[in-house]
C-alpha cells in the first residue's frame, strides 16, 4: 500500500468528519447549550462558504481565459484582487455572524418549533439567492478554483489533501478548546439557565435576549467557518449543498454525539462520518442493484436513529457533564 | 416617616376581558414584613408579576427606592434590587444547585462580553494579574453561593441536580436563589405553601434574620397563622384592588376582609 | 349632508362587521389588481394557478392544522405522507394499469393507516415533548422518503393519465385547465366541506375540538382521547393521502414531491393560524396565490435586470410573506388568542403573552 494511498484513504475519512465536527459544534452552543432552534444551519454555512469563495478567487474570474481543461470562463462578484485565506476565512466567519444575529433579532422570540419553521424558511430563500444570482455568486455554474490552504507550497493530490487534513485537524482542537471554554464560563452557565427556564432566568436577573444573541452570534461564526473550509476542501462551491439535509445532518450529530457537550458533537461527528464511509466502502463489495440503493438505506438508517434516540435516549451517547465546582 | 421603599400606583392589568388588577395602589415600607393577603382570584400573583416586569401593566406606575421601574424588563428589575420567588418553583432542573445559585441575580464577573474585553485593556504584563482577579472574584461568589446554602440549610446537596430535590428543598432553593442576588427587597409568593411546619419555622427564621439585617420582604402567603404572628404589616387585595390595610388585629377584626373571603 | 368623514365611518363599521376570511379574500383581490395594474394579465393567470396550487395545499394544510392542534408540534413528516398518497397512485395507475379513480380510493386508506402507524409507534411515546416529536418527525421523513426511493428509485415519474389541454376563458385571454385547475378545486372543495361538517356537525368533530383546545379538560369530561387523536391522525392522513394523488396527476411523482411541498403547507398553517382548521384552508389559499404571483413579480424583476432569479423565486416570495406574519401577528388570521406565540410587539421583545407566567 502506498503512502499516497493511504493518505487519501484517511483523508477521505477524516476530512468530511472534521469538518462536521466544526460544523456541530457552532449548532452545538445554539441548540444543545442555549437551546435555541436555529433551522437556518445550511444558510449560515453557504453565506461562510460563498463569501470565503468570492473573496478568494476575486474578480479575475471574471476575466478568466479558458483554462487548460477546455472549461467556459463564468462570471461573479469579487474584490479586484483576490485575499489571502485567512482574512477570508475571518471575514467569512464575521458575515455569518452578522447574518445570525440580523435574522434572530426579530424572531428569537418566537417559540421554538416557529423558530425552527421560520430559520429553516429563510435557509431555503438563501440557497435560492445562492443559486439564482449568477452575476453576485456564479449561481447555478459553481464557483471553482477555490484555494486552498498552503496551495502554493503543496500542490499534489494527496499531499494537498493531507495539508488540509492538518490543518482541518487544528482548527477543529481550537474551536473545541474554544467551545470548551466558553461553556465553563459564568456566560455560559447563564446560557444554560436561559435553555431551563427563560422566564425564570430573566426573574434571576438575566438579559435573555442578549445572551441568546451572543449565542447565535458565535455559533454562526463557527458554521461559517465550517462553510469555508468545506468550499475550501472541494475547490468548488455548489449551492445545493446547503439544502435542508445538511441542517438535518448537523442536528443528527449534536443529537448522537450528546446535546450540551461539545465533546459530544465531536464524537458524534465522527461517528456519523464513520457510518457514511463505512457505506461508501460497502459499494465496491456489493452486487449493482445494492449499490443503487446503499444511499438510501443509509439515510433510513439516520431517520431510525433520530427516532430512537428522540424515544430512548434523548441525552445521546455523551450526555452534557455535571458542574464540579473547583477546589479553592 | 421613612419614605415607603416600594409604590405601586393605579396598576391595572387586563387579560382578555378580565381586570385581574384594578387600579390597584399600595405602598411597602423599608425593612418590613408586610403581608399581602386577599381570597383566590384577588390579582396578588397578578400584581407581583406586574411590579417585576414580567407582565407589562396595562396602566398605572411603580415606584422602587425612588425610582419608576413601569415597563422594565425583569433582569432590569433586579439590577435595582427587586427580586421575585415563584409560587411553584422553578429552578434550572439539569443544572446544580450550586449552579442555580450562581447564575442568580446581575451579571456575576464573567459573565459579560465586557468582563474579558477588560482583560486586555492595559499593559501585556497585567493581564495575568487581571485574569487572577477575575478568577478571585469568580471565587468569591462560589464563597458567598456556599454560605447562602448553609444558610437554608442546603449545603449537602451542593452539587445535587435540582431536578432531584424534593418539595420542600425547591421552595428552600427559590429564596437561596433570590437570596444570591443581594437584593434590597424580596417579593415572596406563598414561599411556605404545601411546606412542613419544621422547615416553614426555619424559613421564616431566615426571613426574620435577613429582615433585622435591613431587607424589605412582601409576602403573598394563605397560611393565616404565619401572617398574622410574623407580619408586622398586612394588605388586603380584593377583586384587583386593595381593600383595606393595617395591624394584624385590626385586619382580624375587619368584618369587610371575613365577607371578601366568604363570597364577596 | 353626508360629507366624506360620515361616509368612512358607514364603511368602516361595515368592514368591521364581516368576518375575517371575506376581507381576507378582498385584500388579496385587490392585491391581484394592484399587481395586474402593473403587470397585466399575467397577474390574473398567476392568480387562477395560484388559486390551483392552493387547493392543495388546503388538502395538506388542514390534515396539519388538526394535528398540530391536537399533539401541539409540527409534523416535519407530513409532506411525506402526501408523497405516499402520491406513490399509492403511481403503483395502482402505472404498476398495476388501474384507472386512477382508484388511486382517490386507495391512497387516503394507505396513508391514514401509516399515519396511525407513526402515531402508535413514535408520537405516543414523544407525549408532552414537542421539540423531540419535532425531530422525530424529521426522522420518519427521512425514513420515507428514502423507503420510496429504495423500492422505486428517484427518478421523475409520471402517471398515465391523459390531461386535456387548458381551455381559454372568452376574450379574457386567461387559460384554465379542466382537470388540473377544475378537478383540483372540485375535490379540494368537496374535502373542505366535508372537513367543515365533520368538526360542525358530528361527535368526533367536536371531540376533536376539544382536544385541540384543552386536552386535559377533554379527558376529565369523558372523551376518549386516545380514540379522538387516532381518528385525528386518520383524517390528517386520507386528506395528505388524496392531496399526494392530485399532485401526482398535476405535476409529477418523486421521492421529495411532498417535502418540497412541507415549507409551504407550514406557511399556510401559519398564515392562516395555528388551531383553525378553517384558517389552515385560507392560508393555502393564500400561499398559493402569493406564490404565483410573486413568481410573476420576480419575473418581472428578472426582466428589469434587478434579480437574476425570475419564477426560481417563488416560493421567497410566499416564504417572506409567512416570516413577516409570524412577526407581526405570530397567532395567524384566524388563530385562536390562547396561543403562546411569543411577544405582540417588536419593541415589548420579551413580553409573555396572557397566562405564560404561573
Known sequence: ?328 | MTPPILEVRDVVKTFGGIRAVDRCTLSVRPGTLTGLIGPNGAGKSTLFNAIVGLYAPDAGEIVFDGQPITGLLPHEVVHRGLIKTFQIPREFRNMTVLENLLVSGPPAPGERFLDYVRLFRGTPWTIPNRWKDLRGAQDAQQHRAEEVLATVGLAQLRDEYAKNLSGGQKKLLELARVLMARPKMVLLDEPVAGVNLTLTQKLLQVIEDLRQKGLTFFLIEHDMNVVMSRCEWIIVMHQGRTLTEGVAAEIKANPAVVESYLGG | MMGLAGIWARASSLIGRLPTWSLVVLYLVAAIAWVGVFIGRLAWQAAIQGVVVGSIYVLGASGLSLTYGIRKFANFAHGDLMTVGAYVAFTLNVVAGQHIAWGFLLAPLVVALVAILLELLVFRRLEGRPNAALIASVGIALVIQNVISAIFLPDVKNLNVSVPQDFSIGGTGLSFNAVKGGLTLAISITFIVLMHVMLQYTTLGKAMRACADDIDLARTSGINVRNVILWTWVVAGSFAGIGGVMLAIIVNVYPYLGFFVLLFIFAAVIIGGIGSPYGAMLGGLLVGVIQKLSGVVFGELKIAGALEGGAAYEPAGAFLVMIIVLLIRPEGLMGTQRQRMGARGFRLRLRWPKGAVR
Open chain 1, 1 to 328: 500500500m502506498s503512502h499516497e494511498y493511504v493518505v487519501l484513504q484517511l483523508t477521505n475519512y477524516v476530512v468530511p468528519a472534521t469538518l462536521l465536527a466544526i460544523l456541530a459544534l457552532g449548532l452545538n452552543l445554539q441548540w444543545g447549550h442555549t437551546g435555541l432552534f436555529n433551522a437556518g444551519v445550511a444558510a449560515y454555512m453557504g453565506v461562510g462558504a460563498y463569501l470565503f469563495g468570492m473573496l478568494t478567487t476575486g474578480n479575475f474570474a471574471a476575466d478568466f481565459n479558458i483554462p487548460p481543461d477546455g472549461t467556459p470562463d463564468w462570471l461573479h462578484w469579487g474584490p479586484a484582487q483576490p485575499w489571502d485565506l485567512i482574512p477570508a476565512a475571518l471575514a467569512a466567519m464575521v458575515v455569518a455572524a452578522v447574518l445570525g444575529v440580523l435574522v434572530a433579532v426579530p424572531t428569537l422570540r418566537l417559540r421554538a418549533d416557529y423558530l425552527a419553521i421560520a430559520t429553516l424558511a429563510f435557509a431555503e430563500i438563501v440557497r435560492l439567492i445562492l443559486k439564482n444570482e449568477r452575476r453576485l455568486t456564479g449561481g447555478d455554474q459553481t464557483l471553482a478554483y477555490i484555494p486552498r490552504p498552503f496551495g502554493g507550497i503543496v500542490t499534489e493530490g494527496w499531499a494537498s489533501d493531507g495539508v488540509f487534513m492538518l490543518v482541518a485537524l487544528a482548527l477543529l482542537v481550537v474551536v473545541l478548546y474554544a467551545m470548551l471554554r466558553l461553556t465553563a464560563t459564568p456566560w455560559g452557565r447563564a446560557l444554560k439557565a436561559v435553555r431551563e427556564d427563560e422566564e425564570a432566568a430573566e426573574a434571576m436577573g438575566k438579559n435573555a435576549f442578549v445572551l441568546k444573541l451572543g449565542s447565535i452570534a458565535i455559533g454562526c461564526a463557527v458554521m461559517g467557518l465550517a462553510g469555508a473550509l468545506t468550499v475550501s476542501f472541494q475547490k468548488v462551491a455548489i449551492p445545493d449543498q446547503f439544502v435542508p439535509f445538511t441542517t438535518f445532518t448537523a442536528y443528527v450529530v449534536v443529537i448522537l454525539g450528546g446535546s450540551g457537550n461539545p465533546k459530544g458533537a465531536v464524537l458524534g461527528a465522527y461517528v456519523f462520518a464513520l457510518f457514511g464511509w463505512a457505506t461508501q466502502q460497502a459499494k465496491a463489495y456489493l452486487p449493482d442493484a445494492f449499490t443503487l440503493r446503499i444511499d438510501f438505506v443509509n439515510q433510513i438508517v439516520i431517520g431510525l436513529m433520530l427516532i430512537l434516540i428522540m424515544i430512548f435516549r434523548p441525552e445521546g451517547m455523551m450526555p452534557e457533564e455535571r458542574y464540579v465546582p473547583r477546589r479553592r
